[in-house]
């Protein structure tokens, strides 16, 4: 199993399918994508040799993400292929949700198992003004439908002190929908200092008052990601918070990532990747990638940097993928 030397051992891979996001958030990309059109991401057979390759060090969970994965056509050809990898048990997708009513079903057929949509505000007018489009109800019909097929669905709303952390609309959501909510904590990348300063918010109150009224820590799965969850009684919905400038958010990381451009990246706040794209042509042997994914998974740090203001190589998350 692929471990590093502090230890930490790697079950989860996030793996980008594009730079290119439709959606102009006010955290990540306020002016739109900005970057090449023509840049050449993995192809599917490219993206189904790096799980190959993870999924013989022992990742059992992958989730494609982006930039907005969903922009990318051949995604159900992606999901099949890594699907049917041997030692993968769960693929999940990360999206914001634009015609996620018409595509959902396709990635559903092709094999996926899980679906995380962005969704920062259950106010229309704020979710507008936040991602620069007017489609919560879009989102949310589109979440209706994946739950309807059976997929497993978690939100992620990224915290915003005084836009978005109010809770008494996602309280209401909860209590009949059986959703896991994930408030993250803004993180500040180079774009985004100004931004950072003025909005970030610490979940620690969030979880305070949740403890408070009667919601319990959920125990989580080896393979879950970084957020504490809570349940209550009364509610449908769980509570995740994933909080990183919190102490040892970093002791428990089980992540991996590889941009979409095929640099592996030890943290989304770590200096530039390393190119692995040629350990993922036909000619080259699956053992050449292990052996760069194991030798350069020992330089790992303990923990990320964010605490002193240092996002490493980290401009907007849809370079690397959130
Ligand atoms: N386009 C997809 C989406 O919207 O979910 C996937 C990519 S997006 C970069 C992945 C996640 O990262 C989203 O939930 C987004 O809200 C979150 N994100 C982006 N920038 C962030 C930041 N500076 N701090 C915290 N979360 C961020």
Redesign the pocket.
Known sequence: MLQDRFGRRFSYLRLSVTEV?N?R?N??LPQGYKGRADEQYLTPLELERVVRGFAAMGTQKVRL?????SLRRDLPEIISRIRRIDGIHTVAV????YKLPQKVKQWADAGLHQL???I?SLDAQEFHRITGHDRLAEVLEGIRIARAIGLKVKV???LMKSINDDLTHTLEFLKTNPISWRF??????SD?QVF?RQFHQSGESIKNNLLKDGWQPVVSEKTAGPAQEFWHPDYAGRIGLIM?YSKDFCSTCNRLRVSSLGKLHLCLFAEQGISIRKYLQPEVELEELIRAVSNHVQGKTETHLLNSHNSGAMA???QI??
């Open positions: 996001c959606f958030c955290y990540c993400t982006g930039g907005e994965p990360t999206t914001n949700g995380n949509v962005s920062d992620n709303s990224v993250i904590e803004v993180m500040e990348t985004q950072f990183p907007n998350l849809s993928g959130g």
